[in-house]
């Protein structure tokens, strides 16, 4: 019951999910092998908003529903400039790093799959992204969104500075 309201929320916010990984983990206990589950899920609203979430569970749809609830709590906000990014970007995390460029408009989403749902989910459809080094997907993930981060971090540095040239008498 408690899932089904989760859905209906993110249904309503107009936001939209992409499983990018699952993965079986065990674990050894007294008694023998623990198997579990462990979900890699992106969330977006196609007009600049993504986060992604991980999620445990014994079975697949519960470790889904919590990596995207988990998803919802870590949104972040993108500037767009039109369908592409305003500006080159590197980003790191990890040992994973990736680089991320505009492209003219018709080009579409060129990446690997971790980054092409991220890309995809915060409504960006044209860029050239490259995965360099680690090409674990939470990583990836991570990274990707890191560099998106930094794009808004430069937009609202760039608009103080304006503000503060306009204020100078």
Known sequence: MNAKRIEDDSQQRGLSDKVVD???VSKVVKGGRHLSFRALVVIGDGHGRVGAGIGKAD?????????????EKSLVSVPLHGPSIPFVVKAKYGAALVLLKPAPEGTGIIAGTSMRAI????????VVAKSLGSQNPINVVRATIEALRQLST?????NDEST??????
């Open 164 to 169: 503060r040239e306009t204020s100078i008498p």
């Open 22 to 24: 699952i993965c079986r």
């Open 119 to 126: 890309l995809d989910l915060v409504g960006i459809k044209d």
């Open 59 to 71: 079975a697949i749809p519960d470790a889904v529903r919590k990596a995207t609830s988990f998803g």
């Open 154 to 158: 430069v937009r609202r540095i760039r």
